[in-house]
């Protein structure tokens, strides 16, 4: 390459640093940092069920067969939402195991302690991160961080914590369709029948809470059923069709798109 040939590389260089604010280049480095650790920080996930993937049993199958996923572009702005999710439930789950020092009829339950008090042998404790606890079920291959388990008011809950947009939670009404079966998936676990879902509007930290009752029937409907569903397609290594009765928005952040566009309808 010739010397005149660098200079005017140099130049264009130059210029088109030149062009950009310091202030913006400040912002797009930040979020080049954001995207950067947190690619490092991604997990590789296990081939084991997980409550949130059983709304749908072509997922549970890309899941269980360890499937390709699609690249993962989580944005800066989606980074950080899902990190101030993580601190409000840390502050809240703090909160509430410290509720029965004022004089509320509230007891924090450890969940170690719930599974060996219950002798729940199927139950595994993987980890526990602060009030979090990865908990691994051996027979039904599920694996799931549990929020927490309460005993309010003398009775036994297994706590759900969500945040959500000021537009979703002031239009909310009850447990929304897609959080369900992960309720009756804990509710399964540990044989507690109430889920206490707790939903905390981003913008103002407003508040609701809604019990989902779980009955035997909803045990086998949301969950048991379907891990049989998705382990018969496992084994035969077909995946299941794609199923017509998915909540709305259930695909959204479904990481096997691609998978699922090649296995067809
Ligand atoms: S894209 Fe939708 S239908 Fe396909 S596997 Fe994902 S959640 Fe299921």
Known sequence: MSRQTLKNIYRMIEEATKEIPLEESFVADINVAIQ????????????SYNPSSLVCVRNMYFKATNAPQDERKASPELIGMGEAGTDRHERLQRVI???????IDCEWISVPDFIESRKLTDLEVVSQDGFETLVHHKSLNMRFKCDGIIRYKGQYFILEIKTES?????????????????GVAYSTAFGINQVMFLYENRDTCGKKAY????????????????????????????????????????CTYCLYKTECQKAGA
Do not use: C
Not at 36 to 47: F, P, R, V
Not at 97 to 103: A, D, I, K, L, Y
Not at 168 to 174: D, E, I, L, T, V
Not at 221 to 242: M, R, S, T
């Open 36 to 47: 950067k650790l947190d690619e490092q920080n991604t997990k590789q996930s296990s081939t």
């Open 211 to 250: 019990i989902l009752e779980v009955t035997d029937e909803m045990k086998m409907d949301e969950v048991i059923g379907k891990i049989e569903e998705a382990d018969y397609y496992v084994k035969k290594l077909v995946p299941p069709p794609k199923p017509t009765d998915l909540p709305r928005n259930a």
């Open 166 to 182: 000021i537009h979703k939670w002031q239009n909310r009404q009850g447990v929304a369709e897609e959080h369900v079966a992960q």
């Open 97 to 103: 195991s410290e509720m029965s020092r004022f004089g």
